[in-house]
């Protein structure tokens, strides 16, 4: 009876999607609620929590910290959508050229940043970036003859390594991205638009871009998540989450300052849901202007 | 085809691996728990302990064989596990809150032990066990510690400020140590110093408060008001910063990799003789030995300038206090060793022995066996003897008082304030203004 | 002809600076895994060729030394198959059910699966960490693997390739009078493969190079995956550049070797997946 129950046809799509109902519930939705309600209570590790009403809102809307690492976090998502966005579309238009030689080669060199672990990573940039006169960086500047420089104790310069290591890791990835949009144009429109007389750029602008919208959008909405929510990078690139005059310090980085170094709970609960709240709403403004929600069914 | 050959090999490397390195056992080691045996037997309890300096691990050691020794019938086999000083702090606060996974033994660092003394302390009392050392060590060392008379943490040192001179640079440039007694005289040592050498005279701290502490200790004030409330835009605090800055501004001192002498890249910077003093607690003495061993036989120990002479010339400086957790497993026998560890007669010869540091038993200062031993490595690594410093200085070593605000004092301080007056040249009275003003918005 | 050959070229040498650019921090840590840890600190990491510095000192270290290099190594990889298997496993069979049937409460359900892809993670963090300790699985390798073993990212993608796959192959299943379970098991499953391989290295990746996660939940040194292991190198405390460096050069190579292996399978994948959304 129950073997026939389950096995019948109505049945059987809830049992395949059970395991994501039942994560999606107690991993996302009960912490998701527990975060809304912890954003209102004083909590404190190991002693009773006090509903505070909107106490964490206020002292947040004047907490200069917060600013500072929203406007850090926003900056560097910006920053990373302008250089990681352009950049590989470019390389994957060009790499998949006909003329291309070694194309294998370079899909794969460009990637083996992304095989590296952030806290690999992160420390390569960190020793790279000192600021001692035989650290890479500054050797290399100082063959230009320019003065070595303080790269992690100043805001632009932090900024520099900390995209610098971003666009390391990503660019290959979003080509390979590209790459995958591209193999699905048909050749036909290029050959179509050639008969037309078309030059390559007009071919770019006119068929390439348009048609690689569906992957540009899958792209921008990961990128925009991981930018603002960036941590372990500036974790790892200042060696903690404490960096001078807070030039690295992100959202998340003040989520986890206040919530695991500071233990007030509530208060870093009131920043996720802050946080939440801005990647929602870009988020869901990107695609709802890129007519996303027209298209899915 | 290419692909299973290249999986094949994976495969192989990884069991070789397996069975190359998989057995190995570990008496000490780097990164990880060790466990320490040190003769105990079957029976032994084993008891965790968490430090986020290694050294630490090295007394205990030495500690737990005379314990295991002398009470066959309480051994104890130490699990060390070693973390970076943040990671062991956030870790060890998230475990004795919810009293999961926290360790029996654990050393919090004097910057963050407000935070473990905040509501209800998570940590067992120990007047009980340091009662019987108490008249023999530094009370408030042990009040550094406490919390409405109850005492959670056992020192380590008395942390002591001293000069740490570079003697090569500055014969280099013809300047003797000794003759430096104020911050004028170590200005004008400094200036000669860049000119011969074009090396600094010293660091300008942005990551410590190291050198502010000392410079309010001169002028008998403090961080925090008796309240225990900031003060960090005091005049003595104003008049502190100005004069560090003129030295910065005169080339004497420069702000250093790391930010302060007791970094990685600092020690690097030193070992490279970039930077001819340190102004430090007592206890960088073991960085040297440890990590700048081309310094060996170049460097001199000396009271610390003053702004004019008479005023006191050193204040106790970090420090560690070891704390017993509520869930230890065994708290009496936890006590009782964290005690025999770090306040018997014997532990505060071995404080010195091993690690370097001035103990807490200041009766240990004045024998010469102890102090002047020349097989110590400390002894032999520096000029003069530390102790013919510190026993000059005893009595003028002041403190710094920890209190529930020092830990967000020090945050805003070491990360912003200090950065942008030497970084950024930022007004110091706009920028102390500023410090005192986030200050006290972070601690509402 | 000749205009043909210099786009080549120009092509060929843009590409090859570019590379060569990001092939450079490989090529210094390589460099610096064989030069003594103190020389780091001293000198920074450059990309100064100095025989008379290098050695084989660290890799000896690395293989006989004492240290729990090792422990975290194979706990990694433990941890990085177990999960792979498992997030595989769970999300293709959810995606299967999205994408086989229509059923009520689909549309939601789906809308949910995007919805999680843009929730930072990291917002979670702190209720999560609560609720994992409430359940007792603090210090637990189930405490990493269960919140990501319905994988988002790795459902979306299986519907997106399981939407290009026939239904008839269903139907006939039904035909054949095979169960529903059972059209999923023999005949679905199979066809998915290429699509596995993909998901895999995907998720092979990030689970080796997790991070924040494991690093809040593990509190036993003897259970440290990689990633956190070389992370409590990082102490001014303890010298343990020897090490790190080394360590991180090797904790590369694993990854590496699988990607070479399964690169085509890696780049299909995707382009069964995140284009036709």
Known sequence: MIKRFLYSQKVAPYVFVLPFILVFLVFWVYPLGSSLSMSFQKVTLGQDAQWIGLDNYTKLMGDKTFFKAVANSAVYMVLTLLILIPFPMLFAVLINNKFMWGREFFKSSFFFPALTSVVVAGTIFRLMFGEMEGSMINSILGIFGIEPMKFLKGQVTGYIALVALATWRWTGVNMLYFLSGLKNIPDDYYEAASIDGASAWQKFTRITMPLLKPTTIYVLTISIYAGLAMFIESMMLWNGNNSPKNIGLTIVGYLYRQGIEKNNLGYAAAVGIVLLAITMIINLSQLAFSGMFKKED | MKRKWLVMMLVLTMTTLLFGCGSKSSSSSKGESSVLDAGAGENATELSYWTFVELHGQHFEKMLEKWNAANPDRQIKLNVTVMPYDDMHNKLSIAVQTGVGAPDIADIELGKFPDFLKGTPQLVPLNDVIDPYRDTIVKSRIDLYSKDGQNYGIPTHVGASVAFYNTEILKEAGVDYKSIVTWEDFKQAGIKVHEKTGKYMGTADTSATWQVSQLLAQQGTDLTDDNGNPIVNSEAMVKALKLLKDLQDNDVIATIAGGQPDTEEAYGEFNSGNYATAFMPLWQMSRYTNYMADLSGKIAIAPIPVMEKGMPRSVGGGGTGTVVTKTAKDVQLAKDFLAFAKLSLDANKEIWNTLGFDPVNMDVWDMKDVTHNPENKFVKYFINNPFDVLNEIKNEIKLIKSTPASPTINNVLCTVTLNEIFEDGKDIKKALDDAQAQIEQELK | ?277
């Open chain 3, 1 to 277: 002809m000749k205009k043909e050959l210099m786009a080549k070229i120009v092509l060929f040498l843009f590409f090859a600076v570019v590379c060569l650019l990001i092939l450079i921090p490989f090529y210094a840590v390589t460099i610096a895994s064989f030069k003594p840890g103190g020389d780091l600190i001293r000198y920074g990491l450059n990309l100064r060729f100095d025989l008379s510095v290098m050695s084989f000192d660290n890799f000896a270290y690395l293989f006989t030394g004492d240290h729990a290099y090792f422990t975290w190594f194979f706990n990694s990889l433990f941890l990085t198959v177990v999960q792979v298997v498992l997030t595989l496993l769970v999300s293709a069979t959810v995606a299967y059910g999205f994408s086989a049937y229509e059923f009520k409460g689909k549309n939601i359900l789906f809308i949910c699966v995007l919805l999680i892809m843009m929730v930072p993670f990291e917002i979670l963090l702190l209720p999560l960490y609560t609720l994992i300790f409430n359940i007792g699985l603090m210090n637990s390798y189930s405490a990493i693997i269960l919140p990501g073993v319905a994988s988002a990212a790795t459902i979306f993608f299986f519907r997106q390739y399981l939407s290009g796959i026939p239904k008839e192959i269903i139907s006939a299943g039904r035909v054949d009078g095979a169960s529903e379970y059972g059209i999923y098991i023999r005949l679905i499953l199979p066809v998915m493969k290429p699509s596995f391989a993909a998901m895999a290295i995907l998720n092979g990746m990030n689970s080796w190079n997790n991070f924040l996660w494991p690093f809040m939940v593990l509190s036993d040194d003897k259970k440290y995956t990689l990633p956190i292991g070389l992370k409590t190198l990082l102490t001014p405390y303890g010298n343990n550049y020897d090490l790190l460096i080394v360590g991180s050069f090797f904790s590369i190579i694993p990854i590496f070797i699988l990607f070479v292996a399964f690169q085509k399978y890696f780049i299909d994948g995707m382009t069964a997946g995140a284009v036709k959304g």
